[in-house]
């Protein structure tokens, strides 16, 4: 049977250069259909790889731009005013025209940290519940984007516990920073020759991404996988010293939805069993909830078990 992320992979790389961990993000987000939180400045293709992504899967897509005087309404559709005769008399009462949000399978919520508090916390539990009120909504992945923090900018970081909501996080640096001279070459060259628009995106529709999604439920996580992700929570908080003050590593986030992402990514490989070197997703927990010293620490120790796989098999 042939795998839809082959043709999703190929189209974000045909689309845009570089930005791998992005892209890997995405794919896992709408398998697994958690919410991401990518920092990075602007011109890093964010936005971009989202549409592409919602236009080869066929999904609703919604973009906003989030600053300081964002309101809720703005985010889930028009509010009218209307009135309805009741066994009391007349009365006024505002409704809402759902839209935004409420009837997207893909939001993007670009400088999410400029949001005013009010409009915020209503937002992100309407994000964690899927909900509004008491009604379900449709929504796969919310992408919730964030530049660096600066002092001439309006941008204050998101604290810990609603970081915490967005289970992948990415740290996006722009290419030539990264210094990836490579990719440097190939954008030059590819916006030297390219006209036109991206109108002729592969598609795979949404019901590929539903049957995914149940593939993903049934995936099996061995012993060793489970045991793998014991020690690699055990090494953060045992030989790293993380706690409380100065990291977040909550039971939702590394026990449980930790297991989604494990299983997104062997679906994504087309396999129905995890292996180990489906451990290496669990860098996509550490960004914003453990400090950047600790990163490149666990970059080797998650390298270290897709080592181990490759001597089982020898």
Known sequence: MS???ETLKSELDELVVGHNEVKTALLLGIVAREHIYIQGPPGTAKTMLSEIVSKSA???FFFYQMHRDTRLSELVGDLVISRENTNDGEIIKQNIIKGG??????????????APGESLNVLLRILNERKYGDENIPLLTAIATSNPTADEYYNEPLDPANLDRFVIQVNSKGISYSKQWDDVKKIISL???KSGSNEFIAKVGKKALDDSFKKQEKVVIPVEVQEGLASFINWLVEDQRLNETNSVISDRTFLVKSLKLIKANAVINNRDESDLSDLKVLRFLLPFRVPEDILEAAEQKLESFENQKKKTKK
Do not use: G, W
């Open 3 to 5: 795998n839809p992320f």
């Open 58 to 60: 066929e999904l609703n």
């Open 101 to 114: 949000i409420l009837t997207s399978d893909i939001c993007l919520l670009d400088d999410i940290s400029r």
């Open 191 to 193: 916006y030297s020759t």
